[in-house]
C-alpha cells in the first residue's frame, strides 16, 4: 500500500474518531461517544461473550472493527433521516471504492449491511448489546430518558438466540428500574469501557480518546497485515493493549513502576470476570512474537499518522514535531520485524 493510500484511509479514521453517534446527539446526551469508540465496545464484546460453534470468529473481529467504517464517508444515518433507506447501499458502494484493491475487506461490510451470514448476524446482535450497555450508563451519568433505544427493533437481532435474548432482557430490566446496573457483571464493569470513550489521549490534548486511539490501531492491525501474521491473535492484542488506562489513567511507558504493572494485572483479572486477562498477560509478557511486534507498529503508526494530520489542520509541523524524529521513526526501519512499513519512516522524516 503506498503512501497517499495510508493518508486517505486514515483521513476516515480520523473522520470517524471525530463522528458523533447521531442516536445520542439528536438525544441530547453531552460529550457522547463517536462511532470509532463504538466500533471497539463492539469488537470487545465479540471477545467477550460467547461465540457460537457455526461462527468464524476471526472474520466476526474483523467485522466488528470495520463495520461502520464507511459512515466516515456517507455519515452515522439513523432511521429518521430522508437517505436512510438508500443507507445500505451507499455504504456497500462506499467499501468497494476505498477497499478496491482489498475485496476481502469491503466483503465484510458488504455482508453485515446485507445480513448475509452467520458473522453479519451475531454481529449485529454485539452490536444492538453495545448500544444498550452505552445508552443505560447515558442515562445513570446524565439522567438522560433513552428509553426510545430499548425498543422493537432494537430487540428484533437477539430474538432467534435465547443466550443473547436473556442479556436483552435484563438490560431492559435495568433501564426500567427493576434490576441495578450493578447486578451484572456485564453492565456493571461496562463503566470501565465507558471511562475510555472519554479519557483523553496523552499529548493530543481533548481531540482523542483512549477508545479512539484503538480503533485506528485495531484498523491498521487488521487492514495492513502482513500474510504471516494470524490476524486473530494480532487484532485480540489491539483491542485490549490500553484496557487498563480505565485504571492507570494514560500514563508515558517510561514513568510506569513495577508496583503499578502488578496492580493493571490485578485490575485486569478482576474485570469481566478476567476474559480479557490471558490476552493482556500474553501481551504484556516475553516473547515478542511476531503478532506483537505488529500491534506496537500499528500502535506508533497510528499515534504518527494521527499527529502529522493535527499538524497539517494547523498548518505548521511544529506542534508535534516529535513525531518525525529518527528516534520515533526507528520503528518502521527495513531492519524491524516488518520491513513492509519502512517507507514510512521515509515520509515522516522528510515531512518535517
Not at 39 to 63: C, D, K, W
Not at 204 to 211: K, N, S
Not at 243 to 256: N, Q
Request: net charge negative.
Amino acid at each position: 500500500m503506498d503512501i497517499e493510500r495510508v493518508l486517505h484511509m486514515h483521513g476516515l479514521v480520523m473522520a470517524l474518531k471525530a463522528l458523533k453517534r447521531t442516536g445520542y446527539m439528536n438525544r441530547n446526551v453531552s460529550n457522547c461517544e463517536t462511532v470509532a469508540s463504538h466500533s471497539v465496545g463492539t469488537g470487545l464484546l465479540a471477545l467477550l461473550l460467547p461465540v457460537p460453534a457455526n461462527i468464524a470468529h476471526e472474520r466476526l473481529i474483523q467485522m466488528a472493527v470495520l463495520h461502520d467504517y464507511v459512515e466516515s464517508v456517507t455519515g452515522d444515518l439513523t432511521p429518521s433521516h430522508p437517505q436512510y433507506d438508500s443507507k445500505h447501499h451507499e455504504e456497500i458502494a462506499a467499501a468497494e471504492r476505498i477497499f478496491a484493491t482489498e475485496p476481502h475487506l469491503s466483503q465484510l461490510i458488504r455482508e453485515y449491511e446485507e445480513q448475509s451470514s452467520f458473522e453479519a448476524k451475531h454481529l449485529k446482535k454485539l452490536d444492538k448489546i453495545e448500544m444498550m450497555l452505552t445508552a443505560l450508563w447515558y442515562e445513570k451519568e446524565q439522567g438522560v430518558d433513552l428509553s426510545d433505544l430499548f425498543g422493537e427493533n432494537t430487540f428484533a437481532p437477539l430474538n432467534d438466540c435465547p443466550f443473547y435474548e436473556d442479556i436483552g432482557t435484563k438490560l431492559l430490566a435495568i433501564h426500567n428500574g427493576e434490576m441495578s446496573i450493578d447486578d451484572m457483571t456485564l453492565t456493571r464493569d461496562w463503566r470501565h469501557i465507558m471511562t475510555l470513550k472519554s479519557m483523553p489521549r496523552l499529548g493530543w490534548g481533548d481531540r482523542e480518546t483512549i477508545l479512539e486511539h484503538t480503533f485506528g490501531v485495531c484498523f491498521w492491525t487488521t487492514v495492513l497485515r502482513p500474510s504471516n501474521i494470524d490476524v486473530m491473535t494480532a487484532v485480540r492484542f489491539a483491542l485490549v493493549h490500553d484496557l487498563a488506562e480505565a485504571f492507570t489513567g494514560d500514563i508515558h511507558p517510561d514513568k510506569k513502576s513495577t508496583s503499578l504493572e502488578a496492580e493493571e494485572d490485578e485490575f485486569m483479572s478482576s474485570i469481566f470476570d478476567g476474559v480479557f486477562s490471558p490476552v493482556w498477560a500474553e501481551y504484556q509478557s516475553p516473547p515478542w512474537i511476531s503478532a506483537k511486534n505488529w500491534v506496537f507498529q500499528c500502535d506508533k503508526l497510528d499515534m504518527h499518522l494521527t499527529g502529522h494530520f493535527y499538524n497539517n489542520e494547523e498548518g505548521s509541523s511544529e506542534k508535534y514535531e516529535w513525531i518525525y524524529n529518527s528516534k520515533q521513526q526507528s520503528v518502521y526501519s527495513s531492519e524491524s520485524v516488518f520491513s513492509e512499513l519502512a517507507f514510512m519512516s521515509d515520509f515522516f522524516i522528510n515531512s518535517n
